[in-house]
């Protein structure tokens, strides 16, 4: 990757001595900068070591190789899209995949029976059926075909699961049904698990018309043929269990499965249920969660490459709704549970290569996606506004670090819904109409109670003809990717102030002494074209090389005080190129200076995350003293 350039530029005179050794920063001098104390100096990566008073050569070296080390060490993103996807009638998102040969699959609920989609890896519909005779369901994709669980919805068979087989274009290869099991009462379908010699679905049993729900587990070969039926009761409620199992995944020959179950002497509301069963179905260990007279229910569950066990559900002793998140070992003992008020409908858990949990539900009205490092802490936490009410219903980890959501929003035609599909990078983002959610992950662990489950155990087949048709799944709208966004501005919206109450005019940085709505930077050009250029407006004229723009490779949401303005850009801070100003104007690259990406040091197309902004000489004494520079707004630039 290009390092930024070192050529020599005219010294920008004039200028207060420290901001002139800013400027000077690179060149072989001294890089003291008047940044606040804490900040990263430009021109170094976070963590290089240097002497301030006697800065070597060869630290300076090896400052500026720990940058490019971090920049060569990025890997670039695929490309991050939102988009939405639906017609005149009912479509919703309950379950995806991505196959390995690329693209996604996602399945959920038509007007018509079950939808099936394939996604391009830009979200683009490759092909979309419906399934008559189900509804809500879950997959899974197998290098030749596509497994479908999912509820039936034929008229008097209000209990019932079925299992699909297709093949990679949607066609119909099998298809079995099961009355009297029916999916868990989540709205996404039954739970659905694959091992080398079958499967297994999750979901519940009404015994008798007056006994409440049991959880119940169908154990099925690799034809969908049933091998077995089992169906549990909670021996505290003297066979009165109103549970369900809401999610499965296999251990080994083992089972772990995870829902919920009736609190102790309430059965309208629930515990959370997390249970291993060994191959013959008996458990091995059960452990509920919760709080009396709170629903708490578990949705999801993934067994994480050392082997814990991660739920995620609904928690219904949290003000106002939230979610929860807990972690067992291997034997079923808690690690810890956080919970995450305001952070609702959660429905999906997976796990990052990295051992970090995403998290998928709503927050706001909106689809959100969460992220929580292996110890439970709150990473980040994003909504997606995509016009109007939405829920994510499932995440895929990807191999770039970053996710595809799934999910519904409320349809804007008056259908009832439509699916929302987008592909983030590593940290939640997509490049349009992201917003970063003021969350926080409470430590909240509750003693396990041990459940004493009985195995209950019958067997059934009913096969049942599926129809697989064509259906008219059309992009309804996709949000136009803003790879530039300008932010920072000193007009007041910031939680850091202009320092002396100079705000500027909405947009815009903070004001000067020569222009009361402040200097503003603007673009030109595209990154992915790698044209883009900075244009700063509002300056005070300068003749001499008097503004610096400059590049971080993170941006501060609440900024900081800079002179006689706020400044964002932050992270590992990078000289990209000091101007004059005639006229008031400035901008980077002019003819001859080489381009944005290369004095950043960045790669167009890579998907990395940089801000940009411009300080500049006001060397008005009487102006907002002691300070004498200021700050445009910043621009956050998505390459």
């Keep these: 990757m290009a390092q930024p350039s070192r050529a020599r530029e005219a010294e920008p005179a004039g200028l207060p001595r420290a901001v002139r050794r800013l400027l000077l920063a690179g060149r072989g001098r001294e890089p003291v900068s008047p940044l606040p104390a804490g900040s990263t100096r430009l021109g170094r990566a976070p963590g290089a070591r240097m002497n301030p008073r006697h800065p070597s050569p060869r630290r300076r070296a090896s400052a500026l190789a720990s940058l490019a080390a971090l920049l060569v060490a990025s890997p670039a993103s695929a490309q991050t899209f939102q988009r939405v996807l639906g017609t005149s009638g009912v479509e919703r998102a309950t379950w995806a995949a991505a196959p390995t040969t690329g693209g996604f699959v996602l399945v959920g609920e038509a007007s018509n029976g079950t939808l099936l989609a394939a996604l391009g ?12 005779g189900t509804a809500a369901a879950r997959i899974v ?74 959880p119940e587990v169908v154990v099925l070969d690799l034809g969908g043929h049933v091998l077995a039926v089992r169906n549990y009761d909670d021996l505290r409620y003297g066979g009165t269990t109103r549970g369900e199992f809401s999610d499965v995944a296999f251990a080994g020959s083992d089972a ?11 059965l309208t509301t629930r515990d959370t249920l997390v249970a291993r069963l060994a191959g013959d179905g008996d458990p091995i260990w059960a452990r509920s969660f919760g709080t009396a007279g709170a629903e708490d229910r578990a949705l999801g569950l993934e067994l994480c490459a050392n082997g814990e066990v991660a739920v995620c559900g609904a ?50 009205g909106h689809a959100a996606l969460a992220l929580l490092d292996a110890q439970g802490a709150l990473v980040w936490a994003r909504a997606y506004p995509a016009g109007a009410a939405g829920v ?20 804007t035609s008056g259908g009832g819904g439509d699916v929302l599909a987008l592909r983030t990078d590593p940290l939640g983002r997509v490049g349009c109409a992201d917003v970063d959610l003021a969350l926080a992950a409470v430590s909240a662990p509750r003693a396990a109670a041990n459940v004493p489950l009985v195995l209950q155990e019958e067997q059934a ?17 996709a949000c136009a990717l803003q790879r530039v966004r300008a932010t920072c501005a000193g007009d007041g919206t910031l939680a850091t102030p202009c320092p ?29 074209a790698d044209s883009l250029t900075l244009d700063a407006s509002g300056l ?100």
């Design 121 to 132: 890896a830009d979200g683009s519909v490759a092909w979309a059926r419906a399934l008559q």
């Design 141 to 214: 994709v197998e290098p030749n075909a596509i497994v479908l669980a999912a509820d039936s919805n034929v008229p008097g068979d209000p209990n019932g699961l079925t299992w699909t087989r297709v093949d990679l274009l949607g066609g119909l290869v099998a298809a079995r049904g099961y009355p009297g099991t029916a999916a868990p009462q989540d709205g996404h379908g039954p739970a659905l698990a694959r091992s080398a010699g079958g499967y297994l679905l999750g979901g519940a049993r009404a015994l008798a018309p007056s006994i409440p729900l049991s």
């Design 256 to 266: 772990l499965v995870a829902g919920s179950t009736a609190v102790d002497g309430e």
């Design 315 to 364: 928690d219904g002793s949290v003000a106002g709704g939230g979610a929860f998140v807990l972690r067992l070992d291997g034997a079923g003992q808690l690690a810890w549970r956080v919970e995450l008020p305001g952070f609702a409908a959660s429905c999906s858990i997976e796990e990052r290569a990295d051992g970090a949990l995403f998290i998928a539900g709503a927050s706001g």
């Design 392 to 411: 994510g219903a499932v995440v895929v980890p990807l191999a770039d670090g970053g996710a595809f959501l799934a999910g519904t929003i409320a349809s």
């Design 461 to 477: 087949e009913h096969p049942r003809a599926t129809e697989g048709v064509t259906h008219e799944l059309v992009e309804a709208s």
């Design 500 to 528: 002396c109450g100079n705000s500027g005019a909405a947009g815009r940085g903070c004001a000067n002494s020569v222009e009361p709505a402040g200097a503003a930077l603007a673009w030109s050009g595209d990154p992915a």
């Design 540 to 639: 005070p004229a300068l003749a001499s090389a008097g503004v610096l723009f400059f590049q971080g490779d993170a941006l501060d949401a609440d900024g900081v005080v800079f002179g006689d303005g706020v400044r964002c850009a932050s992270g590992a801070l990078v000289r990209i190129g000091a101007k004059a100003a005639p006229g008031g104007v400035a901008s980077y690259p002019a003819a001859g200076d080489p381009a944005l990406s290369t004095r950043g040091g960045v790669q167009p197309g890579s998907g990395e995350l940089r801000g940009y902004q411009a300080y500049y000489r006001n060397a008005a004494a009487a102006f907002c003293p002691p300070a004498t520079f200021n700050a445009t707004n910043a621009l956050r630039v998505l390459w």
